[in-house]
RNA sequence: GGCCCUGUGGCGGAGUGGUGACGCAGCGGAUUGCAAAUCCGUGUACACCAGUUCGAUUCUGGUCGGGGCUUCCA
């Protein structure tokens, strides 16, 4: 099938083309590890976990080579570091340890890499070298900079224009450098950093700047052209247009072939950000709501726009879910049959329709509903299987419906089979009050009795 | 200021030059001991004003509103 992505770069979807079907690349920036990620860190996470999910089905599992890096080396880590008087490698390995049991928690597979920036500053260094020799780079008594008026193309990315920023009011002040769009690729030390923030080069004691660690990892770990690159619109302008720069300038290759960025996650139609302080943790959200409804929330807005993020949100991506899992309860023993609906599929390759998706697993839901309700067994294990071939590409129902429905079988689940056993027998002795006060006595602990021709079961809600 | 995105029914959210995706909520019916669950049915939605067109929510221009980037940021 056919996969169409909107290219940030061209502005437009294009059909994808790996350059190589046996060794598709894809590149993600990942986060800084100084504190806990908040839910809008977790948009790319889960967006481009979606996508490596539908590569990985089109080109085979082991054909997709995803990397999304750790920086752990960064003004913020060091700041996080003399204040809590925590050592740099203590910080960074506990929160890049909770942010994947966090990505974890939203069925995001792994990536086939995780490069940690610190572990690369010899490539990088590398990289800075072969930029100076070539006349790209020039130093200054702070750092290391990249001459971005020798590029003519830059901007290309971000379809902005050198002379355009100029006119902004935030332009850094810094007499050294050339020019104000010139970027930092080597800062050096500081008096009050600590040691492991500092590595030797030929320019001096420093170390590296943010958007030259991408370059590096990315070209050492998927080579000097990639597919896929991703990251947040934030990241747009100017992380990757300075990432182009770099790599452009060094191997003198394209970059990536296909840049993806995706919308801000919104609180009350303002972005979710660290600095204005309206963040939602995702540890916290897992306190109210399974990893799996914050997923489905997640993907129930298109990747690229603005996503507002509230409580009705995701309420209404539990009560979805549900429908979906009872659906499949209903068809859960009709084994046998094999998928052929493409529908969910066939959103995900047109530019990740994540929302046209879910919309055809709800058209599943109701498919899997009706051949029940007519006692249709083989409609009934053709939406089965349909419906859990779907499950996959989206990273959704990866539970059983019974452990999603009542949780893992223990002492509790047995007491309340107990109850809804002994209701039937009422039932069948028209022993209406008695039928009423357990059904009643579930009800106020948040468990829903669902009658049938066949029997009871019961779900916790 | 510059550049870019966006405005769909009570809510979320796709999509399209010509029969109202899908979900949530609501309403009616079936089913049920009564419910719940489920199924079926049910909505004169496309910010506003012009223009192009046989026909525009969809294309063009303008107006108004919302948001983003403009070197901290997913």
Redo the contacts with the bound molecule.
Sequence with gaps: MTIRLFDSAA?EKRVFKPQDPARVTMYV????VYNR??I??F??VIVFDTLFRLLRQTYGETAVVYARNVTDI???IIAASVESGETIAAITQKYAAIYGEDAAAVNALAPTITPWATKHVGEMLAMIEALERKGYAYATDTGVYFD?PQVPTYGRL????LE??L??????VDQGKR?????ALWKFTKPDEPDSAVWDSKWGKGRPS?HIECSAMAAKHLGKTIDIHG?????????HE?EIAQSECTHGEEMARYWM??????MG???????LGNVVLLNELLNDWDGEVIRFAML???Y?????W?D??L??AK??L??IY??LRRVWAAEGARASDKGVRRALS??L?T??A??DL??L??EA??A??RGDQDAMAQARADILAAGPLLGLLTKTPAQWEQGDSNDDTARIDQLVED?LTA?AE?N?AE??RI?DKLQAERI?????ATGSTWRRI
């Design positions: 502005r920036c990942g986060p800084t990620a908040h809008g860190n948009r790319p960064d003004d913020k971005v971000s379809g902005r224009k355009d920023n006119a902004g009011a935030r332009i850094a020019n104000p769009a010139d970027f943010w990251g947040g619109i934030d990241l747009q302008f100017p992380h300075n960025h995706n919308g801000f996650l919104d139609g303002e972005k979710m950000s660290k600095s129930s807005g298109h690229r726009a603005p996503l507002d509230t009705d949100l309420e209404q009560v979805t549900g429908r009872g659906a047109d530019d329709n929302p046209v879910l919309a709800s058209r839901a109701g509903n009706s029940a309700d209701r039932r028209k209406w039928a009423d059904r829903e009795i669902m009658d049938s």
